[in-house]
């Protein structure tokens, strides 16, 4: 199933869905379209003129793929203008994942503050493709296109604070506007941070998300490439903690993102 085929069953019916192992990260699903569809459950519960403005997002534990899976909202809190929603992803009548989300409408305001310009990067088509090999890179490659252009791979031994280059769906994905569930896929794709510090293969996975998106949304579509860069602000004793961000091609910030991960080597 496409990431869009996915979107349409999760609005359609979000207390079942199983996750394909084509969208398998290990032994897990893919925790960008984890919460990405659980994002879509709790959109629908919220005013349209609410945007979401953050997500806070906990990986409890493994979405197994190929089991049921569902996705429960409680809407916390609806004040004037800010709504305050809960999800929680349930498999086996365990929660695996929780996501807080904060979701606003614009007001008037005097303060106006322009992002900080986007890294220079080389042109796609001059990065390296992290490629989609079965049995080597994870599952869900196979849906997502990553160019490098900042820092180093997994496992080649590259000290550098920083990653980053270029992402996108891959092409044969329906061809429709970005939206945040998308830009959730888009920013989780990339690997830890810390993976390339490492020399030989070994497990990393985020233990916590949260992401920021600026509002309102770029018109993307989901063909369009977009540069992601992450720095690596402190690790040691098996975690890290790293700060991103998400820009259109031509420089339009269009989310923060920041994470502790856990790493095994």
Request: net charge negative; charged share 20%.
């Amino acid at each position: 199933m496409r990431f869009y085929d996915l979107l349409e069953a999760v609005r359609k019916q979000p207390e079942a869905l199983t996750i394909p192992a084509q969208w398998a990260q290990g032994r897990a699903s893919f925790g960008g379209l984890v919460v990405a569809l659980q994002y879509e459950a709790m959109r629908a519960k919220v005013p349209a003129d609410r945007p979401v403005r953050s997500l806070a997002v906990t990986f409890v534990g493994p979405v197994a793929p190929e089991v049921p899976v569902s996705f429960e909202v409680d809407v916390l809190r609806e004040g004037k203008a800010v709504s305050q929603v809960l999800g929680r992803v349930m498999q086996e009548g365990q929660v695996v994942t929780l996501v807080q989300g904060s979701f606003g409408a614009s007001r008037e305001s005097v303060v106006s503050v322009e992002a900080l310009p986007a890294p220079e990067m080389k042109h796609w088509d001059d990065c390296q493709e992290l490629p989609y090999i079965p049995g080597v890179t994870p599952e869900f490659m196979r849906h997502l296109a990553m160019r490098w252009s900042i820092g180093g791979m997994p496992f080649t031994g590259n000290r550098s604070r920083d990653m980053g280059g270029w992402v996108r769906l891959r092409g044969d994905v329906k061809e429709e506007p970005v939206t945040e569930a998308h830009i959730l896929a888009l920013v989780d794709a990339w690997p830890p941070a810390l993976l390339p510090h490492l020399t030989k293969p070994a497990a990393g996975s985020t233990l916590t998300w949260t992401i920021e998106f600026v509002q309102p949304l770029l018109e993307l579509d989901t063909l369009d490439w977009c540069k992601y860069r992450v720095e690596i602000e402190h690790a040691r004793d098996g975690y890290g903690h790293a700060a991103a961000a998400l820009w259109s091609a031509d420089g339009r910030l269009v989310a923060l993102s920041r994470q502790t991960v856990t790493i095994f080597g």
